[in-house]
């Protein structure tokens, strides 16, 4: 995996002067010249993505983690207030954060409400969901 993201950047690097000169010089749009000013609009970007070799190539991780909660937007009607389904909502979206973060979503729920009483507010962000 590391290898192709260090042929990706050799190639980035190899053609960045090309994809200037060819993007600005472009007078009209045919397919290929929109394909490279597409990818000189997003060279940064690219950059910032080929650094993190870590980084995940799309979000399906994510994607599939919130799907608890658009299930539970269909299955959760009987909230016949916004009163229930206010709280509701930030239980789940707590429950899914702790997920992705790989803590135990009870064990965060046990201890969270016992440490909120004696944490000082200024250190709130400490009892986020985060490993």
């Keep these: 995996m590391y290898v192709a993201y260090e042929k990706a950047v050799a190639l980035l690097n190899k053609h960045e ?17 929109k394909a490279l000013a597409y990818v000189f609009e997003r060279q940064n970007l690219l ?14 991780h994510l994607e599939r ?6 299930m539970g937007r ?5 909230c016949w207030c916004e009163l229930g389904a206010e709280p ?8 899914v954060t ?3 973060q790989g803590i ?5 729920l ?17 009892l986020v969901p985060r490993v």
Excluded at 47 to 60: E, I, K, Q
């Design 17 to 33: 002067h090309t994809i200037t000169h060819v993007t600005f010089w472009a007078h009209s749009r045919r397919t290929f010249e």
């Design 47 to 60: 950059r910032v993505f080929l650094s993190n070799p870590d980084m995940p190539f799309d979000t399906s």
């Design 65 to 70: 983690a919130l799907r608890v909660i658009a």
């Design 74 to 78: 269909k299955n959760h009607l009987v």
């Design 88 to 95: 509701l909502g930030i239980l789940q979206s707590l429950m």
């Design 98 to 100: 702790c997920r992705i």
């Design 104 to 108: 135990n979503p009870y064990t965060y």
């Design 110 to 126: 046990v201890d969270v409400p016992q440490r909120v009483g004696i944490h000082l507010a200024k250190d709130v962000f400490d």
